[in-house]
């Protein structure tokens, strides 16, 4: 009934047949046909044609009100979609564990925001198997995340490669004899040591001094657990924590000693009263990942996030 409702619009405005045909760069026969169809389809006449100029009938009135307000919803929509791919409104839903929401994700929403001020940004916190159900569920988006996801159901985009270091109390005499592996703050946030200057520290000759450690199942735990084995010890664990930024202020207190990212170091405040150390093994390296589900439809939002993030990796 509406689908030429353009023709009927036109010599609404123009109350002439003629004139409509003009602006529509059709003929009159043609444009008469055509509203004369779409009367044969309703069963009455939309215009007046005794009058001139043209009035609408009771049934071109109801016709013209229908017509008119399909054209504010279409255009509504055309310009809700324009807002959408232009970034004018939009919406993005993220998910990190406690350490990426708090340390590495700030940074990138803020440039994010500052270019894209109309875009609604949520960030949902929570463990890798909460994370990855609700990047499933579609609950989320994106995912940033140091655990390796399914690639048959996930892709993935490189965040940065976090090195695994061990912070050690300075009080302890142990240190004493490792002045040449130590690594400077200034080291870890440059990182300058990856370069190779500095080696790392032959792990197994800490292995009475007490650790702090994550609860297990998580990623840090697990590589930490690992590099102990590789070094034959099994390390003596003082205190269990769920985040690596607990554990590495409960380092600080000179408690004991813990696997650390030097992403969080990086991105703390130096501790005076720590000393960090370099690891050998690939347990001490590992990637970070923004992940999103092959299968779900890819944002204009989630595009111009992932590219804004490989541009300051680039850049970094």
Request: some cysteine; overall charge neutral.
């Amino acid at each position: 009934m509406f689908t030429w409702k353009k023709y009927v619009l036109e010599v609404y405005k123009e109350k002439s047949f003629s004139k409509a045909a003009q602006n529509l760069y059709i003929s009159q026969p043609s444009l008469s046909a055509r509203i004369k169809k779409i009367e044969d389809r309703i069963g009455s006449p939309l215009f007046d044609r005794s009058t001139s100029p043209l009035k609408l009938t009771e049934t071109g009135r109801i016709y013209i009100d229908g017509a008119e307000e399909i054209e504010r919803i279409e255009q509504n929509v055309e310009n809700a979609i324009n807002n959408l791919n232009t970034l004018r409104s939009g919406h993005l839903s993220i998910g990190a564990s406690n350490l990426f929401a708090a340390y590495a994700l700030p940074a990138l929403i803020t440039s994010f925001k500052q270019r894209y001020p109309h875009v609604e940004i949520e960030l949902k916190e929570g463990n890798t198997t909460q994370l990855e159900d609700m990047l499933a569920q579609n609950t989320l988006d994106l995912v940033i995340d140091n655990y390796h996801y399914d690639e048959n159901l996930y892709s993935r985009e490189l965040y940065c490669r976090e090195n695994i270091l061990l912070a050690v109390p300075k009080s302890l005499a142990l240190n004493d004899h490792y002045k040449e592996y130590q690594l400077s703050y200034l080291d870890i946030r440059d990182r300058d040591y990856e370069s190779g200057r500095i080696r790392p520290i032959p792990l197994q000759d800490f292995s009475q001094v007490p650790f702090i450690m994550l609860t297990p199942g998580n990623d840090t735990r697990i590589r930490g657990d690992r590099l102990c084995r590789e070094h034959g010890f099994h390390p003596s664990i003082v205190l269990e924590l769920n985040q690596q930024a607990t554990a590495y202020m409960a380092a600080s207190t000179q408690l004991g000693a813990t696997f650390i990212s030097d992403l969080l170091v990086s991105r703390l405040p130096s501790f005076e009263n720590l000393v960090y150390y370099r690891l050998a093994g690939e347990a001490a390296k590992r990637d970070v990942f923004f992940y999103y589900k092959r299968s779900k439809y890819q944002s204009r939002a989630m595009e111009e996030f992932i590219s804004m993030m490989k541009l300051q990796r680039m850049q970094n």
